[in-house]
């Protein structure tokens, strides 16, 4: 399980900021990644505790001299490993008793046949090497149910702090 965190001071006043973290569908709207939003406690005015269908986690807002210092806490649930799939054995090659191999075709350029003075050279065949066994596969991490939870994070306090109304203008 990963625990994430990002924070910012946004130049936004903490009504303005809790208005829009203390209702579930506009905090869908930023944390919607981490599938339906259920807001879980509300302490007014400063934390708010929600869950996920992939994380859970808290919305912090504390009064800062220039703005308002908001901290986005997650809980990342890990997914279910999906089991390694098996290596798959190559076939081989059907082999004809009565007609050698002839191997990889040669290609000759336009000048190599127009100079060319005698039957062409058979190309060597090659000999099959074993394939190397596999190496050990270390333990791998299993990757968090959301691809990239600290970006959804980080775009969450970057639409809160971004304006949503173009200012001077009218209607």
Same mark, same amino acid.
């Given at each position: 399980m990963h625990d994430l965190t990002a924070k /910012?001071?946004? =130049? %936004?006043s903490p009504p303005e900021l809790?208005? @829009?973290l203390s209702e579930v569908e506009r905090l869908a709207r930023h944390l919607g990644a981490f599938g339906e939003i259920k807001i879980t406690k509300l302490e007014p005015e400063h934390t708010v505790a929600w869950e996920g269908e992939s994380a859970n986690g808290t919305v912090m807002i504390e009064p800062s001299g220039w703005g308002t210092k908001v901290t986005l806490k997650?809980?990342?649930e890990e997914g279910e490993p999906e089991p390694e799939p098996a $290596? =798959?054995? %190559?076939? @081989?090659?059907? =082999? &004809?008793?009565? /007609?050698? &191999? $002839?191997g990889p075709a040669r290609k000759t350029g336009f000048f190599a046949r127009l100079f060319a003075w005698g039957p062409a050279e058979e190309p060597p065949v090659p000999v099959a090497e074993p394939e190397p066994e596999p190496e050990p596969v270390a333990h791998i991490e299993p990757e968090p149910a959301v691809p990239d939870a600290q970006a959804v994070l980080e775009d969450a306090l970057e639409a809160l702090g971004s304006a949503h109304h173009r200012p001077f203008s009218r209607g």
């Open positions: /910012r001071t946004l =130049v %936004k809790w208005s @829009e997650a809980h990342v $290596p =798959v054995a %190559k076939p @081989e090659p059907a =082999v &004809d008793a009565f /007609r050698p &191999d $002839p």
